[in-house]
């Protein structure tokens, strides 16, 4: 079992910048690929980005590339999520997920983990 927590959503002007954690519980993150998802409301939850659990792939959605970045410190159990140059098309709830020995890719299905979400709010 794995629970995450994520925290770091906020209200932020277009253009500006926010950094999301997502705290794992238990002594077996690092098996773990983590991945960040979001869902605006009236639409399906989607692939933000995803890393690999020895950390070695890294996958973006192509409406991020370039302005977000994943990382982990599997020492910290935490994974990030550094977002630059926000637009109010970013506006969502963003959510962590873990896949065990996973690849990160954008694959719903085989995240087992999720956490409950941490509202991004920007403004034009």
């Known amino acids: 079992q794995v629970q995450l927590v994520e925290s770091g959503g906020g209200l932020v002007q277009a253009g500006g910048s926010l950094r999301l954690s997502c705290a794992a519980s238990?002594?077996?993150?690092?098996?773990?690929?983590m991945g960040w998802f979001r869902q605006a409301p009236g639409k399906e939850r989607e692939f933000v980005t995803g890393?690999?659990?020895?950390?070695?792939?890294?996958y973006y959605a192509d409406s991020v590339k370039g302005r977000f970045t994943i990382s982990r410190d599997n020492a910290r159990n935490t994974v990030y999520l550094q977002m630059n140059s926000l637009k109010p098309e970013d506006t969502a709830v963003y959510y962590c997920?873990?896949?065990?020995?996973?690849?990160?890719?954008?694959?719903?299905?085989?995240?087992?983990?999720w956490g409950q979400g941490t509202q991004v709010t920007v403004s034009s």
């Open positions: 997920a873990a896949w065990q020995y996973g690849s990160g890719s954008p694959v719903i299905p085989k995240y087992d983990y």
């Open positions: 238990g002594r077996t993150f690092s098996s773990y690929a």
């Open positions: 890393i690999s659990w020895r950390g070695g792939n890294i």
